[in-house]
């Protein structure tokens, strides 16, 4: 059984640029939600889709926007890049169904280390 | 908002007892999880407490009180392996935020 997989896992950019990246959640999760770590911090919660809609959002610009697909897997997308957006991009899915998709279980792939130049 | 308090660091020998305490500002609580992650790793769930007392699995437990907004992670019979950081993260705003802690790194000496 594969567990949550994100590509690519790593990534330079310069600033201003645009990135996507993509995760692929465990199978038989319906909840995807994506996570921002700076380096010694904790993850920062950016977004979590289910059924193809943004439910929840954090306290993120509107640079960072999201998409969800039919079979669950997720993209993340930064637009204008900064060099504060250099970071590991975490995904993270569940099995919420209508619950919070925060209560349950979250497993979290290996994620995408971003460098903004 | 949210915030969140634990230790940054803490340090033991294998075998010993260690204690992570973790403190909590949200409206709207709904529950405390605990995640592990190695250096260059992803978070691994370890706990979730929804409601007071003492949850346990296996070496770890984790332990809430609601009304004192206070929770901790117990890791029993140390080993090597248990060096990672260690983070907690509040569920509140009923349901539609999820804020971690700032975590604390254990390291286990020999």
């Known amino acids: 059984d594969a567990g949550v997989t994100q590509s690519p896992t790593h990534l330079i950019k310069t600033r201003g640029q645009q990135v996507t990246l993509r995760c692929s959640p465990k199978s038989g999760h319906d909840t995807v939600s994506w996570y921002q770590q700076a380096l010694g911090q904790g993850p920062q919660f950016i977004f979590q889709?289910?059924?193809?809609?943004?439910?929840q959002r954090g306290n993120f610009p509107d640079r960072f926007s999201g998409h969800q697909f039919p079979n669950y897997s997720s993209e993340l997308n930064v637009n204008a890049l900064l060099l504060g957006d250099s970071a590991l991009y975490l995904c993270?899915?569940?099995?919420?169904?209508?619950?919070?998709?925060?209560?349950?279980?979250?497993?979290f792939g290996p994620g995408t280390r971003l460098t903004v130049l | 908002g949210q915030s969140l308090e634990q230790p940054s660091e803490v340090t033991a020998v294998e075998g010993a007892i260690v204690q992570i305490n973790c403190t909590y500002q949200?409206?709207?609580?709904?529950?405390l999880s605990w995640y592990q992650q190695h250096d260059g790793g992803a978070p691994t769930f370890l706990s979730y407490n929804a409601l007071d007392g003492l949850e346990e699995t296996g070496r770890f437990s984790s332990f809430l009180s609601r009304s004192d907004s206070y929770g901790y992670l117990l890791l029993q019979e140390l080993q090597m392996k248990d060096s990672a950081s260690y983070f907690c993260a509040v569920c509140g705003n009923y349901g539609q935020n999820f804020v971690f802690g700032p975590g604390t790194r254990l390291s286990v000496l020999p």
């Open positions: 889709y289910y059924e193809e809609e943004e439910r």
């Open positions: 993270a899915s569940s099995l919420a169904g209508t619950s919070s998709g925060f209560t349950d279980t979250q497993y």
């Open positions: 949200t409206s709207g609580f709904y529950g």
